[in-house]
């Protein structure tokens, strides 16, 4: 396979043989017909054919989006960037065409706002080695992704919209199912994983009934999409939609239509600003309304915490976890009387429960506690409840991880200036699992590079096998959820108890007195 071209229903492509690793890489592959024009907020449809031998030696662009502060941990450089973005991206070392290697499906993150599959730490050469064929995905975002509208809703026989950006992903799994082969991928062992968004991805895949068929196993790093409110139903989202709409001047959908992306993409209504940077805290920024998955009857007919506890989910293996300090990049609370005081307004009589799991005395010791607040709610507790509704309504394995291993770098504050630790943060994990460490230039140890190679390990051989265990590496027990055990990723990797299982427990507990309180 080194010099062949490779064909695939839509004609045939020349990638990029690396000789030093023998890898092979197909960039910039277009996985369905730009959605431009009339196709803009329409489902994907299959990519038009092409003559000759299409190069796919680069990548695609990324969808249109904020930019990320250069200071950002998760900064994501310059890339060029289309509403023109459905393009995957594939690493093989396979020598035949009939190989059948496991494959690997990675979804970015991003809040559905931002990122590409185009990343240096998203690079599959190392994994491939390990034995997958690896694949990256991009899909569209914001508004230009999520946007739910009542005439929208009209355009389809399934009478919904929105969640176009889900949609995006289950065409990628098709082309995938028709054409992996071609790169000695196993159409058969298909292994969907991401982080943050692309963890609440395949979350919502597992419960989306459009998705069956289509993977067989999944890996959900640090989000999820179980709690009450983490998904805004089609009516809301529908409303929202008119709003924007209002907001802007476009009376029907012929108007957003005719609209630039740019523009849909980053104005603010309120003030008809633009959004330069991606801050989900900007009260002015994107609305999640507008711009966030949706419970829609169509890519979900109930909301995933429904789904799940009726065993109506595709029931296949499941490794999923989060870091230690998922929060710990997220602005804090300011004071401790404000503190006291959000706790309060946001949780009624449930405020002081949450003041005494996360006791903060000084304005200094609010700082952690706000930021473990989010963290935990919006990451942590996602996995945890995710495992466990798995186990106890699935038949398939599960594989639990906590990973509390701080790299060496970034010390990063508010502005840039590099003043604070930030541990095990958000995104943390990603370069080990894929091997890419030297993506970015920080001073790397031995001990990082370890843990690199054990955590990649475990993943590709989860995808061959639907369990990470395998030869040299420490035994990673079956998760258990009447045993109060997980696998820690620290300076050792060893099964050990359950972080913060208080907080886990009152995130649970709050979650099911919402629901109650919903149901009345």
Same mark, same amino acid.
């Given at each position: 396979?080194?010099?062949?071209? %490779?064909?695939?229903?839509?004609? @045939?492509?020349?990638?990029?043989?690396?000789?030093?690793?023998?890898?092979?890489?197909?960039?910039?592959?277009?996985?369905?017909?730009?959605?431009?024009?009339?196709?803009?907020?329409?489902?994907?449809?299959?990519?038009?054919?092409?003559?000759?031998?299409?190069?796919?030696?680069?990548?695609?662009? +990324?969808? %249109?989006?904020?930019? +990320?502060?250069?200071?950002?941990?998760?900064?994501?450089?310059?890339?060029?960037?289309?509403?023109?973005?459905?393009?995957?991206?594939?690493?093989?070392?396979?020598?035949?065409?009939?190989?059948?290697?496991?494959?690997?499906?990675?979804?970015?993150?991003?809040?559905?706002?931002?990122?590409?599959?185009?990343?240096?730490?998203?690079?599959?050469?190392?994994?491939?080695?390990?034995?997958?064929?690896?694949?990256?995905?991009?899909?569209?975002?914001?508004?230009?992704?999520?946007?739910?509208?009542?005439?929208?809703?009209?355009?389809?026989?399934?009478?919904?919209?929105? $969640?176009?950006?889900?949609?995006?992903? %289950?065409?990628?799994?098709?082309?995938?199912?028709?054409?992996?082969?071609?790169?000695?991928?196993?159409?058969?062992?298909?292994?969907?994983?991401?982080?943050?968004?692309?963890?609440?991805?395949?979350?919502?895949?597992?419960?989306?009934?459009?998705?069956?068929?289509?993977?067989? +196993?999944?890996?959900?790093?640090?989000?999820?999409?179980?709690?009450?409110?983490?998904?805004? @139903?089609?009516?809301?989202?529908?409303?929202?939609?008119?709003?924007?709409?209002? /907001?802007?001047?476009?009376?029907?959908?012929?108007?957003?239509?005719?609209?630039?992306?740019? &523009?849909?993409?980053?104005?603010?209504?309120?003030? $008809?600003? #633009?959004?330069?940077?991606? !801050?989900?805290?900007?009260?002015?920024?994107? !609305?999640?309304?507008?711009?966030?998955?949706?419970?829609?009857?169509?890519?979900?007919?109930?909301?995933?915490?429904?789904?799940?506890?009726?065993?109506?989910?595709?029931?296949?293996?499941?490794?999923?976890?989060?870091?230690?300090? &998922?929060?710990?990049?997220?602005? *804090?609370? /300011?004071? @401790?009387?404000?503190?006291?005081?959000?706790?309060?307004? &946001?949780?009624?009589?449930?405020?002081?429960?949450?003041?005494?799991?996360?006791?903060?005395?000084?304005?200094?010791?609010? &700082?952690?506690?706000?930021?473990?607040?989010?963290?935990?709610? %919006?990451?942590?507790?996602?996995? #945890?409840?995710?495992?466990?509704?798995?186990?106890?309504?699935?038949?398939?394995?599960?594989?639990?991880?906590? =990973?509390?291993?701080?790299?060496?770098?970034?010390?990063?504050?508010?502005?840039?200036? @590099?003043?604070?630790?930030?541990?095990?943060?958000?995104?943390?994990?990603?370069?080990?699992?894929?091997?890419?460490?030297?993506?970015?230039?920080?001073?790397? +140890?031995?001990?990082?590079?370890?843990?690199?190679?054990?955590?990649?390990?475990? #993943?590709?051989? =989860?995808?061959?096998?639907?369990?990470?265990?395998?030869?040299?590496?420490?035994?990673?027990?079956?998760?258990? *959820?009447?045993?109060?055990?997980?696998?820690?990723?620290?300076?050792?990797?060893?099964?050990?108890?359950?972080?913060?299982?208080?907080?886990?427990?009152?995130?649970?507990?709050?979650?099911?007195?919402?629901?109650?309180?919903?149901?009345?």
């Amino acid at each position: 396979m080194q010099t062949d071209s %490779i064909h695939v229903q839509s004609g @045939l492509l020349s990638g990029r043989w690396n000789p030093a690793r023998s890898v092979r890489s197909f960039k910039g592959i277009p996985y369905a017909r730009p959605p431009v024009g009339a196709l803009r907020w329409q489902p994907p449809q299959p990519p038009e054919p092409w003559s000759g031998v299409r190069p796919a030696d680069a990548f695609g662009p +990324r969808a %249109i989006q904020p930019n +990320r502060p250069p200071h950002a941990v998760g900064y994501f450089g310059p890339e060029a960037e289309s509403e023109n973005c459905l393009t995957l991206n594939i690493w093989t070392a396979a020598n035949d065409r009939d190989e059948r290697r496991p494959v690997m499906v990675w979804f970015h993150g991003g809040a559905f706002l931002v990122g590409s599959g185009s990343l240096p730490i998203f690079d599959g050469e190392a994994l491939a080695l390990h034995g997958v064929v690896l694949v990256t995905v991009n899909y569209r975002l914001g508004r230009l992704g999520f946007l739910a509208h009542p005439g929208l809703s009209a355009e389809q026989p399934y009478r919904a919209s929105g $969640n176009y950006g889900h949609l995006d992903q %289950i065409a990628a799994l098709c082309w995938v199912r028709d054409n992996i082969a071609a790169f000695g991928g196993d159409p058969g062992c298909v292994t969907i994983f991401g982080q943050s968004a692309g963890s609440s991805t395949v979350n919502t895949l597992m419960a989306s009934p459009l998705a069956k068929g289509l993977f067989h +196993r999944a890996i959900g790093q640090s989000g999820g999409s179980f709690a009450v409110q983490a998904l805004p @139903l089609r009516e809301d989202a529908e409303r929202g939609g008119v709003e924007f709409a209002q /907001a802007i001047g476009a009376r029907h959908v012929d108007d957003l239509r005719a609209l630039p992306a740019r &523009e849909l993409q980053l104005v603010r209504p309120q003030d $008809n600003t #633009w959004i330069e940077f991606y !801050d989900s805290n900007d009260p002015k920024g994107i !609305d999640r309304t507008t711009a966030w998955p949706i419970v829609d009857g169509h890519l979900l007919h109930e909301f995933v915490m429904e789904t799940f506890a009726a065993g109506r989910q595709t029931d296949v293996p499941l490794l999923t976890g989060a870091t230690s300090d &998922e929060g710990s990049t997220q602005p *804090p609370v /300011a004071s @401790l009387a404000e503190f006291e005081r959000r706790a309060r307004a &946001e949780y009624g009589k449930r405020g002081a429960d949450l003041l005494r799991t996360f006791p903060a005395a000084t304005d200094a010791e609010t &700082e952690r506690a706000s930021r473990h607040v989010i963290g935990t709610r %919006i990451f942590n507790w996602e996995n #945890w409840t995710w495992a466990n509704m798995q186990s106890a309504h699935g038949r398939s394995g599960v594989f639990y991880y906590h =990973f509390r291993h701080a790299p060496p770098k970034p010390r990063i504050g508010d502005r840039g200036d @590099l003043s604070r630790d930030i541990g095990a943060f958000h995104t943390a994990e990603i370069p080990y699992v894929f091997q890419t460490l030297d993506a970015r230039s920080w001073p790397w +140890r031995p001990a990082d590079r370890t843990l690199s190679g054990t955590m990649a390990a475990y #993943w590709t051989n =989860f995808a061959k096998t639907g369990d990470p265990n395998g030869y040299g590496l420490p035994p990673w027990p079956r998760f258990n *959820p009447r045993q109060d055990s997980t696998m820690i990723f620290g300076e050792t990797v060893a099964p050990g108890a359950v972080p913060d299982r208080a907080v886990l427990d009152f995130w649970t507990e709050l979650d099911r007195s919402a629901r109650s309180a919903l149901a009345a």
